[in-house]
């Protein structure tokens, strides 16, 4: 890949030496040795660039040493980085030093940018796997130091502290972002500012430019203002060195906890760009219906279900029922032809893997979940779809704890236990959920595949797979959002949501698990 140069100064490539200008002013000399202005208005911009610039060229051959010598923080940050980042992606690396953390996520098509030649040499003998370009995130530049038209599903911004233009160089990386790419900025904590000056003083840390004074807030802030939106931020390292056991505790444990976490170094800005809307009439979805026992609600389900997008199609999943629900599926869809009515047949095990049998088989650009009790009102199900073709969210969650709930429709022990978990997995999924076993939910067929691989990784067994779905969807960072939807009491069969004890009991196991994989996981 042909290299983006940065010219050295304003005449890089002539051999002259170009004219003051009133945008220079007073603090530099001249060859002649007379004082001429320093720079004033985009000048200024350019000289600290350079200033930048010419700092990293110094110290390239040393970048390395001072690696080795924060070996333990460095690995934190690995962790985290090798938790967020899915493997054997495109991973463009903006700011990408050495190359160390593009190896550590292991992309398919690793790329990095950098804007110092010195050290985008060390960056390629190190990785010749990879490709890399020098250019400044923040000039037009940038955009030719890449292929064009070139897409990634990852782009880490790994030193946005000494960027000049911040706003610009996010804007800059607009056009290399699809629907799910995932933007990561890494910046540290400014309360840590006398012990990064002193690491710094002593040689314990690699000497910084000038730096710009940006909190989480305003780099959320900067990320809205160029069409981004901030979805999550990871904090990382309360202690930056090994000292046994104290720094495990600290770092893996007490780093992890609500208002602890806020005094954490490092801080990495999980965003995505927000996309355009999708018309419709151009998708096609995949209602799954997982069944159980349900024969007096399958035609009601089908004559209420409304037309969804450009192609609907309904799939009973009839989990080896015993009162004649596969044959009422068959019977309707002879009923119903101009309805597109599948049946597959379940394993039988439990809701979850019925589900799934559904998913695997659809063949919509957009799932959807309703459950054949149809106490979720089906005539809603078009707001789920306008949510995500408009690109508001990502994973639709339908919420039965907005509106009033029938007497008779949801216990109260049901009730006080999914306002408990609702807490829960807010904190565990890093986005508001208010009820996650209701049973309605949406995402792109896309996703479920990325999600798929994590199934069964949770450590117990997702009987409902609500939670191995919202687990996922966090774990790709994919933007969840609740849907209020009206509740109903059943009208045909029984409830399978008995034993409630017992259920509460799984429910806090997989927030225990979910704790170790989404909180510990890194």
């Not at 804007?171 to 900025?185: A, E, F, K, S």
């Not at 009839?318 to 009422?328: I, L, N, Y």
């Not at 049998?357 to 149809?374: E, K, P, Q, S």
């Amino acid at each position: 890949m042909k290299e983006a140069v940065v010219p050295t100064s304003a005449a890089g490539s002539a051999n002259v030496t170009p004219p003051i200008t009133a945008s220079e002013s007073v603090g530099a000399v001249s060859k002649q040795g007379e004082p001429i202005a320093e720079r004033w208005g985009p000048a200024a911009l350019e000289e600290r660039r350079e200033r930048t610039r010419d700092h990293l060229a110094k110290i390239a051959a040393r970048r390395e040493n001072w690696i080795n010598r924060n070996k333990y923080y460095y690995e934190l940050l690995n962790r985290l980085f090798r938790f967020l980042v899915e493997p054997e992606k495109k991973v463009l690396s903006v700011r990408c030093d050495t190359g160390n953390l593009l190896a550590v996520v292991r992309p398919i098509n690793g790329k990095g940018v950098e804007i110092c030649r010195e050290i985008v040499d060390i960056a390629k003998q190190r990785n010749p796997a990879f490709e890399f370009a020098v250019a400044f995130p923040d000039k037009q530049e940038f955009q030719h130091a890449l292929r064009p038209g070139e897409k990634f599903d990852y782009i880490l911004f790994n030193d946005i502290g000494d960027t000049v233009d911040v706003l610009q160089a996010l804007r800059n990386l607009r056009p290399l972002c699809q629907r799910h790419t995932r933007v990561l900025v890494t910046t540290y904590n400014h309360l840590w500012e006398p012990f990064v000056t002193f690491a710094e003083w002593v040689g314990m840390k690699v000497p910084r430019t000038e730096q710009n004074w940006l909190s989480t807030a305003d780099i959320q802030n900067l990320l809205k203002l160029t069409g981004f939106e901030p979805l999550e931020t990871h904090r990382i390292v309360l202690l930056p060195k090994y000292l046994p056991l104290l720094s495990d505790f600290l770092n893996r444990f007490c780093a992890r906890l609500p208002f602890l976490s806020k005094l954490c170094m490092t801080q990495v800005v999980v965003a995505r760009m927000l996309p355009p809307p999708v018309l419709p009439e151009e998708l096609a979805v995949s209602v799954v219906v997982p069944c159980k026992n349900e024969k007096g609600n399958v035609e009601e389900a089908v004559r209420r279900i409304p037309s969804l997008a450009g192609r609907t199609e309904i799939i009973f999943c009839d989990d080896q029922s015993t009162d004649g629900t596969a044959e009422e599926v068959l019977r309707v869809q002879s009923l119903y032809p101009e309805k597109n009515i599948r049946l597959e047949h379940g394993p039988g095990v439990c809701k979850s893997r019925n589900v799934w049998r559904g998913f695997n088989a659809a063949t919509g650009d957009i799932l959807m979940i309703l459950d054949a009790d149809l106490t979720t009102i089906p005539e809603e199900l078009p707001y789920f779809i306008d949510v995500i073709v408009s690109g508001q969210a990502e994973f639709v969650n339908g919420s039965r704890l907005v509106y009033p709930v029938p007497k008779g429709a949801m216990t109260g022990a049901n009730m006080l236990g999914n306002k408990f978990f609702s807490v829960a997995f807010t904190y565990l999924l890093g986005q508001r959920v208010k009820d996650t076993l209701c049973g309605t939910k949406l995402l792109w067929k896309s996703d479920w595949e990325r999600i798929k691989p994590m199934l069964g990784s949770w450590g117990t067994e997702d009987r409902w797979g609500d939670y191995e779905l919202l687990f996922g969807a966090a774990k790709l960072n994919l933007k969840i959002l609740d849907l209020p939807v009206h509740y109903q009491e059943r009208i045909y069969g029984s409830t399978k949501m008995t034993k409630v004890f017992r259920n509460g009991l799984v429910m806090l196991k997989m927030c225990w698990h979910g704790f170790l994989k989404l909180k510990l996981g890194y």
